[in-house]
């Protein structure tokens, strides 16, 4: 099993829990983000995921090295899902371990700003009356009201 990877299967979490546990770890968080059906009041069908898969590899271990660094003694695991995906798929999943819990919880959010902002994966959102890559520019009908 690689700890950093792009997938076109749906994700075992527990597959990904299992390699961060070890016998120092008194904590593992897992974080999923997972495709959900509303956003801001625009119904969405399902998302349609693309990744530059060396690199997005290549960076998501980047950022297991800025974790490791950042929080000593942790352990990681990130995979995103490319493909289409269902309403509740899991489209990514962030796995550390720690000690403590403190440095788990705090290295997992890391990750998922982290990999938002320099992991080159695209989104294609798909709803009922039409379609759009997804950056984080974007604004739905109702946002701000």
Known sequence: ???FEIVDTPIEIQKYSDYVLHA??????IFT???REWTHGVRTLYLSYEAYIPMAEKKLAE???EMESKWPGVKVAIVHRVGELQISD???L???SSAHR??????NEYAIERLKEVVPIWKKEIWEDGEEWIGGQKKYPNEGR
């Open 1 to 3: 099993m690689k700890a």
């Open 24 to 29: 120092g770890a008194g904590a593992v968080t």
């Open 33 to 35: 983000g997972n495709v």
């Open 63 to 65: 950022i297991g090295a």
């Open 90 to 92: 899991i489209a990514v």
């Open 94 to 96: 962030i796995a550390v």
């Open 102 to 107: 403190k440095a788990a919880y705090e290295a």
